[in-house]
């Protein structure tokens, strides 16, 4: 006679349960601290550019002047789509009005996989793999950037190879060169946010990849995972509390009010940190750079709501989160509001495709167990 093992108790959505290793990266949350491979992913958004830090998460090291040159020219030139997948934007651009260019994206990478052949990546070699995930990583801005701008029903604009990355996804996005400015702000934006440790989108893909599934499924399921409003949509949401609360005089009985109702305030708080965001610390200095009316509001509104949450919910560290600059600065780099979590996508992308290949490595799949709480079995099963 064999019995099942007994499964183990771990906390509600598995926080803390470790389930692999890594060495792409970590947070620290009670240090207000998270590194991309050895390196501070704060530092690294402030002294590099995007593509050195792409380069680091798929190859484990910081490229020098002649790498760095050899895969900026090669994932330039794989931004431009597949026929098959440029065809059908306008028909997935249409068909999710509603629903916006996150949700035509998931289409267009399953397309986009297929076309470019894309096998499992239980099948294929890690060069192979590599060679797929720079495929996908290249192409999701030149998707998200078409979707939108169909969606508004302007023509899509070609990518250009001679621009770097930030920059080239502005261009795309509003179909002009966009001032230095404003691009170094949004690749300080897209680097603090390439990853963050096992995050609910971050482990999806893991899951899917564990399965030995191609890297577009991986992404797919990802891209899933990131368009629920508690993972990916608050960027625009914090922006708009700070649209609801409108003046500094409003702030206290707008903040009040909602706290002792148990709402959530969208841009404050976050599971892992017990201190200060660091990406929040980084995209005010951003954010102060520009300086103005929104941003010397939005400093205000975020000292008077940690007061109030120190008041009204004492012992709990409550700071800003990623998504309150995130959004301010966004929207003074011109980027439209039902953009903002694209954007998001277009930088995590690359943390996603690192996990993916790292855990395309490992030939065990993740498999855990639930609980069963519903009515004992076996029961007679009623006559018909």
């Keep these: 006679m064999t019995t099942d093992p007994a499964p183990l108790d771990v906390p509600r959505g598995l926080a803390g349960v470790v389930v692999t290793d890594t060495a792409l990266g970590d947070v620290r949350g009670r240090e207000g601290f998270y590194h991309y491979r050895q390196y501070s992913a704060i530092e690294l958004a402030r002294t590099r550019s995007f593509e050195d830090v792409w380069y680091l998460m798929f190859h484990g090291e910081l490229p020098g002047a002649t790498a760095r040159a050899a895969f900026t020219a090669r994932t330039a030139a794989l931004r431009h789509l597949p026929r098959e997948v440029t065809e059908a934007l306008p028909t997935i651009a249409a068909a999710g009005a509603v629903s916006g260019p996150l949700a035509g994206l998931r289409t267009a990478l399953s397309l986009l996989g297929a076309s470019a052949g894309f096998r499992p990546v239980y099948d294929i070699t890690t060069e192979r793999r590599r060679d797929d995930a720079l495929v996908a990583c290249a192409a999701v801005p030149t998707v998200l950037t078409a979707l939108h701008r169909l969606g508004q029903g302007l023509e899509p604009v070609e990518p250009r190879e001679d621009l770097p990355y930030a920059a080239n996804y502005l261009y795309m996005l509003t179909g002009a060169e966009p001032d230095a400015a404003r691009v170094r702000a949004v690749e300080q934006y897209l680097i603090s946010t390439i990853d963050h440790g096992f995050n609910a989108s971050t482990f999806t893909g893991r899951v899917v990849a564990s399965t030995g ?72 200095s951003v954010a102060e750079s520009f300086g103005g009316p929104l941003v010397d509001f939005a400093v205000e509104v975020e000292r008077q709501v940690e007061a109030i949450l120190a008041e009204l919910k004492p012992g709990r560290e409550l700071h800003t989160n990623v998504e309150f600059y995130a959004g301010v600065v966004m929207e003074l780099c011109g980027l439209p509001r039902e953009m903002f979590t694209p954007t998001f996508c277009a930088a995590r992308v690359i943390g996603w495709s690192a996990n993916i290949l790292e855990q395309a490595e490992d030939s065990k799949i993740i498999r855990p167990a639930a609980r069963y709480v519903g009515t004992p079995a076996p029961q007679p099963v009623p006559a018909p």
Aim: glycine letters at 12%; one cysteine or more; charged letters at 25%.
């Design 213 to 284: 599934a191609d890297v577009a499924a991986c992404l797919v399921a990802s891209v899933g995972a990131l368009s629920g409003p508690l993972h990916g949509g608050a960027p625009s949401r914090a922006l708009d509390t700070l649209d609801a609360i409108g003046t500094p005089e409003r702030v206290d009985a707008w903040i009040r009010e909602r706290v002792l109702a148990g709402e959530r305030i969208m841009g404050f708080g976050h599971p892992v940190y017990r201190t200060e965001d660091p990406r929040s610390r980084m995209l005010r």
